[in-house]
């Protein structure tokens, strides 16, 4: 991967979670995370479309995107970036994550 921007993102616990930006298919490596499907407002904003998490980015965000539950809505929402971020621990540890953001950021394409 190259560079990237990074952004913040707010749980509902109140916890700050930095996460990297890079555009959609990007090669990732195949490590555990969670991420965030984006995309930016004229003002330069980034909106949470969708929050995920996954045991190997370059699957889910690659080879698997197109049978991607959620990615009808992503892409109906214009999604064109994707946030990661590496988490190590397990399922336990990216589901609480996961959770932790949706509930904070609210995106749309998420149906939980």
Request: hydrophobic fraction near 35%; aromatic fraction near 8%; charged fraction near 15%.
């Amino acid at each position: 991967m190259a560079n990237s921007e990074t952004v913040t993102a707010a749980g509902i616990s109140g916890t700050n979670y930095e996460f990297f930006v890079h555009p959609i298919g990007t090669t990732y490596k195949p490590i555990s995370g969670v991420y965030i499907f984006l995309n930016q407002t004229a003002q330069g904003q980034w909106n949470a479309l969708y929050v995920g998490e996954t045991s190997d980015l370059n699957q889910r965000l690659n080879a698997a995107l197109q049978g991607h539950n959620a990615w009808p809505r992503i892409s109906k929402h214009r999604a064109t970036h994707i946030a990661t971020r590496a988490v190590s621990g397990g399922l336990d540890a990216r589901l609480k994550i996961e959770t932790d953001l949706r509930h904070g950021l609210n995106p749309p394409c998420n149906d939980q």
